[in-house]
Each structure stands twice: as C-alpha cells, then as structure tokens.
C-alpha cells in the first residue's frame, strides 16, 4: 500500500518561506505524478502544483513564481516550496500520486493516494 506523509508546516510570518516534504513509501519516479493540493478553512480543496515524474515537468496553479517543487536526493521524496508568503496561503497542505497517465494532471479525482497533510498558517 502506497503511504505518503507530508511535513514542514507550521507558523510563519508573511514574507516568510516554507519548504514542504512528501514522503513516499517508493521512489517518485515510480509514479506518473505526484501533487500538492492546499484546503483552506470553509473552502474547497485546490490544486497547487503537480510534477510528472517521467520527464520532471513541472506545473503550477500560481503563476508568481512563489511556488516550487523538486525532488530530494533520497528518490522517495518531493519537495514544495513556498516563498513571500500571504496570509491567504493558509492552509493543510496534501501531497497525492498516482501511478498512471491521465488527461489533466491537476485532477484531484484522478489521484488515488494521499497524505494526512500538514498545516500551513501564515500570520504576524
């Protein structure tokens, strides 16, 4: 069974920077895709970014350029970092992948795996 855990949340003032790690339980690259997705309090999980792990393609929701994602050396993690942060990132945090190719990579639906997630909070 295919576990994820997310972690690296926690309290940062705004302007702060956070870098969030995706623990698999097998290499990333034996996934088509792994994501992050974000649940703000009283609103619908989003999309937040997503990697296609064959060719390292990367994609974003937020086209500021305050969002990255890599993968870390140990071959079983994936990493999002989040700089100049707002109080409106505030949010759990959820790392998902899936093991085959689907249309449209930002999907929630298509994502059978999950992580319990991490909480984000972003005040002064």
């Known amino acids: 069974q295919v576990r994820l855990v997310e972690s690296g949340g926690g309290l940062v003032e705004p302007g702060g920077s956070l870098k969030l790690s995706c623990a698999a339980s097998e290499r990333t690259g034996n996934f088509y895709a792994m994501a992050w997705y974000r649940q703000a309090p009283g609103k619908e999980r989003e999309f937040v970014a997503a990697m296609s792990l064959a060719d390292g393609n990367t994609y974003y929701r937020h086209k500021d350029g305050r969002f990255s994602l890599s993968k870390g050396h140990a071959q079983n993690t994936l990493y999002l970092e989040i700089n100049r942060l707002k109080p409106e990132d505030t949010a759990v945090y959820s790392c998902?992948?899936?093991?085959?190719?689907?249309?449209?990579?930002?999907?929630?639906?298509?994502?059978?795996?999950w992580g319990q997630g991490t909480q984000v909070t972003v005040s002064s």
């Open positions: 998902a992948a899936k093991f085959e190719l689907t249309a449209i990579i930002s999907d929630e639906d298509d994502y059978p795996y």
